[in-house]
């Protein structure tokens, strides 16, 4: 009953929803044609937050999309695991950031900028996109395959084919310019293959994956994988039925339909690209969420040992962006965006039918995830809108978890708690142990912020002390009138983390 009044008094003073509205996110993805959402707030220990919205199909609502089972392609959120495979070889002093490539490409021919050919490129210069490379769509269209296709290719034939291709290549010199490019990124890729003698998806597996405890079952890049649970694989649409014989004429390899009992959606059955590092890790939301929260955690001590490694990934090599995305600025791979006024380092991805972004605010205390089946391929209006919804319902999940006070929910199908912070303590509005619980509250009056920051930003210390006074004393003397109805650990299962509950 303390906690209840406590928290109700101190949720008087919260103007916004926290967690977000449900409805409203579903009307916000309704709006911009987003068939479905897997939604997930991490901090370096626990998920604060996981909801699913929609479905898989924006014409079917047999399968709704859950954090924990649907699987997403991840697209160019798989270039990230290219950065870390990196560092763990840097670490291992197996790969210098600043060296000419060519000592671990070990090619009969020198690969080099065809205008610049006396200047090294680096992988610095290729996981920060500043290598020269530019874009060549006449190749590239042809990267697009349908099913798991790709292990039909070589990569190491596919990034050859591209780079002694003259018209792939800008027109300034290694360093000066930064250039988002798929290919560049596979290219390291390459490089790590031939350094570890692994394929890259096997690298990933045994080096990063099953580290993680992260189930080859659980993450692929391939479809096969997931034969027993095709049902689980998030499907991809597009919503503008007069792209259909645009996608025929430069991909008809994707074999894209216009979808049944639609006059308004395409259907793109599942495909891959033959540069698949860079794109085509499939895996849940919650699988992705053990991911997140480790690079929270500086990849330590799982994946990497030193904290230069991770200094070295988040260090800002160019500082001018793209001409695409001038505000982006790129580390090793992992890039800083302002987003509302609110400085972010992460990743976005897209492909069709896909849209996704993977941050964590800047002092990587709080990580959101959002993966959807959105579409924002083409650039037009409804991509911005798309964009836009995505960037607002992220900032409304940093918004609560980072810098609001948590205010009181009703909670619903708990499996298990266990309250050991002040942080489950706000999620959670009773205690198996009704004394341990108002200690966890006392003892942290006022690091009741969703990730643990001073709540004070707005009133004095005083002005705190005072009202909890009174609120504790009022609620002292309703308890002793009212006693509270004694909760044993019977009636709970304990464990470390709500990830399942619910709140409405």
């Not at 900028?113 to 020269?132: E, N, V």
């Not at 997931?226 to 994707?254: C, G, W």
Request: net charge negative; hydrophobic share 40%.
């Amino acid at each position: 009953m303390l906690l209840y009044l406590l928290f109700t008094f101190f949720v008087t003073i919260t103007t916004h929803q926290c967690p977000p509205s449900r409805i409203l996110i579903e009307n916000q993805l309704k709006n911009v044609h987003i068939p479905g959402l897997a939604a997930i707030v991490v901090n370096s220990s626990n998920i604060l937050y996981e909801e699913g919205f929609g479905y898989h199909s924006p014409i079917s609502n047999q399968y709704p999309i859950d954090p924990s089972k649907s699987i997403f392609v991840l697209a160019s959120l798989s270039k990230t695991f290219i950065a870390l495979a990196t560092m763990q070889l840097v670490e291992k002093g197996q790969l210098n950031l600043n060296v000419d490539i060519n000592q671990y490409l070990k090619f009969s021919m020198r690969i080099s900028h065809p205008l610049f050919p006396y200047s090294i490129i680096t992988m610095r210069h290729i996981l920060s996109h500043s290598s020269g490379l530019g874009s060549n769509y006449e190749e590239e269209f042809h990267h697009g395959m349908s099913g798991d296709d790709f292990l039909k290719t070589n990569l190491t034939d596919v990034i050859l084919r591209y780079l002694l291709n003259k018209a792939s290549w800008l027109s300034e010199p290694p360093g000066n310019v930064t250039y988002y490019t798929n290919v560049g990124a596979a290219w390291g890729a390459l490089i790590i293959e031939r350094i570890s003698n692994l394929s890259f998806e096997n690298y990933v597996q045994y080096k990063i994956l099953d580290p993680l405890n992260i189930a080859n079952t659980e993450a692929s890049y391939r479809m096969s994988t997931f034969a027993m649970r095709k049902t689980d694989l998030v499907e991809h649409y597009v919503y503008n039925i007069s792209l259909l014989s645009i996608y025929h004429q430069i991909a008809p390899q994707l074999n894209v339909v216009q979808a049944s009992n639609s006059t308004e959606w395409l259907y793109i059955p599942h495909y891959s690209i033959s540069v698949y590092p860079s794109a085509m890790l499939r895996m849940s939301a919650r699988s992705l969420s053990i991911y997140l929260r480790s690079f929270l955690n500086n990849f330590s001590p799982d994946l990497l040992q030193n904290l230069s490694s991770i200094n070295e990934i988040l260090h800002i090599s160019r500082p001018e962006g793209s001409k695409d995305e001038p505000n982006v600025q790129y580390g090793l791979i992992w890039n800083w965006h302002y987003q509302n006024n609110r400085h972010l380092v992460g990743h976005h991805g897209w492909m069709p039918g896909v849209a996704h972004t993977m941050m964590a605010n800047e002092n990587r205390s709080l990580g959101v995830i959002l993966l959807s089946n959105g579409d924002i391929t083409w650039g037009d209006n409804l991509a911005k809108q798309v964009s836009s919804t995505l960037i607002d319902i992220m900032g409304q999940l940093f918004d609560c978890f980072e810098n609001s006070f948590c205010p009181l929910r009703t909670v619903y199908e708990i499996n298990s708690i266990l309250l050991t912070s002040p942080l489950q303590a706000c999620a959670y509005p009773r205690s198996p142990d009704m004394n341990a619980f108002e200690g966890i509250l006392l003892n942290n009056m006022f690091l009741l912020g969703c990730t643990g920051k001073l709540w004070i930003d707005e009133f004095t210390s005083i002005a705190i002390v005072l009202i909890t006074a009174m609120a504790y004393a009022f609620a002292i003397s309703y308890l002793n009138q009212y006693p509270s109805e004694k909760v044993g650990p019977s009636t709970f299962a304990y464990d470390i983390t709500i990830r399942n509950t619910k709140f409405q």
